[in-house]
């Protein structure tokens, strides 16, 4: 993982990314943050916990849980985040896509577990049995993974309908590695379908944004993607961006695998193509 430091952790994410495991007092936080967010960075911890109705110490713990190492590092970092947001608010939108892009590849960049990444890549590139499952907007990243593995010779295969998907789960193999991409990694077909593959000894790997859904407890390998999809955003590219980039880095882990194998097969031709010349 890369070595990140508190000013490079932006609030937003870091709640984004833990939000299916607070507690009620932590929800009452949240709630309290997201309410208040022009005053917060005025608060003391006392203020801030008396607001939420919550125990100091219950608000420390909070601030720690996402990454911070108190509630000072949460404001100045949140401070430094609103900022940014303002001064986006006032691009027109030619630029403001630009710029959700950008930071959506260099939060991904951020995720990048390189431990994570290189199991990945050693399994889909050992198996034999390689399925896709991505509804949606995922569906279509799915599609061009497919693409980008086909043209090194690794066929992959992509299933988009659900019920499409019960099936190709329940006739699982041990050696059948499934690449679950879900966005929240709750839909719950995906899950289900997980599950039945799991329990038929299939290997998962999940592309999602949330580092703890019921999809990442049932995955092998979990692979993050920025975390970022305001509500304005749904359905746009920028959520894609991020998943495109993790299945890139994987199909070029895949590729420098097999470029020893590829230079070799090439080889191999040019011997044959030169031995059809008189």
Known sequence: MHDHSHHSLKPS????????????????????????????????????????????ATALRFF?????????AFK????????????????????????????????????????????????????????????????IAALDMQNRLMRIG??????????????RATSSKADTVIIAISLTGSTKEIIDNITIAKNKGASIVALTNYSKSPLTKLADIV????AKENPLDRGSL????????????????ITILNSEEAERIKREITENTTNKLF
């Not at 720690?64 to 000072?72: L, P, T, Y």
């Not at 992959?156 to 099936?167: G, L």
């Not at 920028?238 to 882990?253: A, P, R, W």
């Open 223 to 226: 692979l993050l993607s920025s």
């Open 76 to 139: 100045l970092a949140y401070a430094h985040e609103q900022t940014y947001r303002q001064q986006e608010s006032a691009l027109d939108y030619v630029d403001q896509i630009k710029a959700n892009m950008v930071t959506a590849i260099e939060e991904s960049y951020h995720l990048v577990d390189q431990t994570q990444l290189d199991q990945a890549v050693k399994l889909i590139n050992s198996s034999n049995d390689i399925v896709v499952f991505g509804i949606g907007a995922s569906g």
């Open 64 to 72: 720690r849980k996402i990454g911070f190492s108190g509630f000072q």
């Open 238 to 253: 920028v959520s894609k961006i991020s998943q495109l980039y993790l299945i890139d880095l994987i199909c070029t882990g």
């Open 154 to 167: 690794k066929n992959i295969e992509v299933i988009t309908d659900t019920h499409a998907q019960i099936m």
């Open 13 to 56: 994410i870091q709640i984004e990314q833990h939000k299916h495991h607070f507690t009620k007092s932590e929800q009452k936080i949240v709630h309290y943050i997201l309410t208040n967010h022009e005053n917060i960075i005025y608060d003391s911890l006392t203020e801030l916990s008396e607001n939420s109705e919550v125990a100091e």
